[in-house]
């Protein structure tokens, strides 16, 4: 009987330009989820239930932590071990990584990759957080270079270094120490290893780390504190034109449920992000040209449970926030996203004659750098007018995905020479829509 063949079977993931794809050529979305405290805080039972539920709903990637954030040094799992003996990042716990090694094949027979994070930025520059500081230049890369070789053989491992911190402050340069983790890394692997940087909120690597030639994808986080609508387009088309060309994705946009506030506070006062704030962050990060993007829920990164204290104003379990409609609704982008020639996008705002808007009204557009398509995302429902000039020949079809329900609607559309009109099936505000322009005949997906 022949074997359901794994996303691995394509080969490793590489940056190919702007984009990934496995070394056959065939395109990698990457839609991940934050379950950063995963190995500290979860029993082998709750992993697979969480894995399950990813895999289920269309995730490929799980971000997690290695050395946790909250006090992940000191404080045991759920088995009782901690990852290094005496904090000692060059004596780490044989019983601790054994269970890591559990995890990541788990995942692997879920269809999963796993994005690990080596450590937490606290243990780096403890800035905020717990720490405490115990990486050096020196033991970063025995480090690096013991996980290198550990999972070298574990074709569903991606390496995320940073955890939340600059790479670069006004006062210290962290881009020797990370330099040297990302060099055992390779080292351990025989340089095969995929790397890239989890940065702070409200910036990207491409500042301080696109040049770095271990970083081989650019990570944004336009996170929490901004409000709903920061300009993460702007960010992915500043990424896309430095050079040397480098994948870039928002890593961390606002979460699902997290509180409207600037950090500290995260005073709920505001009321919380929805599933609709989330929508808009990713489908305008990705349609504006970025890789992937990264999906997270306050209950979930964090994996409230009865056995833990709240972290900043979570309101429910981990359990319940799983089935939150954003997780579910991300998957449709994928699956949107995957359903047409993916890493031939190029970002046209030009497409936009009328109804572009601004902030949280700011529509995006791309098309096929063969013109064989396009897709234009509205975060507002209404009328727009369509530049059809960079097309290859007139739509023979236009369409509606409803991003919501993952379904795709008909609707009227008026032609007048080189300009398409149209009107979504339902208007205003949480009435988000993607028009999908196809020269070829593509198949619709959720019809």
């Excluded at 994705?249 to 506070?265: F, G, K, L, R």
Aim: glycine share 8%; proline share 8%.
């Amino acid at each position: 009987m022949a074997t359901a063949q794994k996303p691995w079977d394509h080969g490793p993931i590489v940056p190919k330009g702007h984009y990934l794809q496995h070394t056959d050529g065939t395109p990698f979305f990457w839609l991940g989820d934050t379950g950063w405290e995963l190995f500290h805080r979860l029993t082998m039972a709750e992993t697979e239930r969480y894995f399950a539920n990813r895999s289920a709903k269309g995730f490929n990637v799980i971000q997690a932590v290695l050395l946790a954030e909250f006090d992940g040094l000191r404080k045991p799992d759920q088995y009782g071990q901690v990852p290094l003996h005496n904090m000692n990042p060059a004596t780490p716990n044989e019983a601790y990584f054994k269970r890591v090694d559990s995890i990541v094949q788990m995942a692997a027979a879920k269809n999963l990759y796993m994005g690990l994070l080596p450590t937490w930025g606290d243990k780096v520059t403890k800035m905020w957080g717990t720490g405490p500081e115990v990486f050096t230049p020196e033991n970063a890369y025995t480090y690096g270079l013991y996980l290198g070789k550990r999972y070298a053989a574990a074709t569903n491992v991606l390496w995320i270094l940073g955890g939340d911190r600059p790479a670069v402050t006004d006062s210290a340069d962290f881009r020797p120490l990370w330099r040297q983790m990302a060099r055992g890394i390779l080292e351990g692997t025989a340089n095969k290893a995929f790397i890239t940087y989890h940065i702070s909120g409200g910036a990207s690597t491409s500042a301080h780390l696109h040049s770095e030639p271990w970083l081989h994808m650019n990570m944004m986080q336009s996170g929490h504190g901004s409000g709903p609508d920061v300009p993460v387009w702007d960010w992915v088309q500043r990424d896309r034109a430095l050079l040397p060309a480098k994948p870039v994705i928002d890593a961390e946009p606002n979460y699902e449920d997290h509180p409207v506030s600037p950090w500290p506070t995260w005073d709920p006062a505001n009321g919380y992000y929805s599933d609709y704030d989330v929508r808009k962050q990713s489908y305008r990060s990705v349609f504006a040209g970025a890789a992937g993007v990264t999906y997270g829920h306050h209950a979930v990164w964090q994996f409230y449970n009865p056995r833990e204290e709240k972290v900043n104003h979570v309101d429910r379990f981990w359990t319940e926030a799983i089935d939150r409609p954003g997780a579910t609704q991300v998957g449709y982008l994928r699956r949107l996203m995957e359903s047409r020639p993916m890493n031939s996008r190029v970002p046209d705002q030009a497409l936009i004659a009328e109804g572009q808007g601004a902030k949280g009204e700011h529509a995006v557009a791309f098309r096929d750098s063969a013109g064989t398509y396009a897709m234009i995302y509205l975060p507002v429902g209404k009328p727009v007018a369509i530049n059809i000039a960079a097309l290859k020949a007139a739509p023979k079809k236009a369409w509606w995905f409803n991003p919501r329900k993952g379904k795709a609607e008909s609707g009227k559309f008026t032609t007048k020479g080189k300009q398409l009109r149209a009107t979504p099936p339902t208007t205003g505000r949480n009435e988000d829509w993607v028009l999908v322009l196809d020269v070829t005949d593509y198949k619709a997906p959720g019809r």
